[in-house]
């Protein structure tokens, strides 16, 4: 799940979009395992697993990314 995410993060050139990818691949990827291994119900298993993938990716990294892009050239990353 996380490849697949990364991968299609980085397709994305929208930075808006860009925290989507992990928050819908790992949001109904990983309740699938989870759903399969410990029986656990799929779709709370997918609003919680989205919504913390939403904290992580939006609400922490998007601030991040915008940060890194407007500092490209003082941090040296271009």
Do not use: Q
Request: glycine letters at 6%; one cysteine or more; aromatic letters at 12%.
């Amino acid at each position: 799940c996380t490849l697949i995410a990364a991968y299609l993060t980085y397709k994305v050139k929208n930075p808006k979009l860009a925290p989507l990818p992990p928050v819908l691949i790992n949001a109904f990827g990983v309740s699938i395992y989870l759903h399969l291994l410990f029986d656990l119900p799929y779709w709370i298993t997918v609003l919680y697993i989205g919504i913390g993938e939403v904290i992580a990716c939006y609400i922490l990294g998007y601030p991040l990314l915008i940060l890194l892009i407007k500092n490209k050239k003082r941090l040296r990353l271009e």
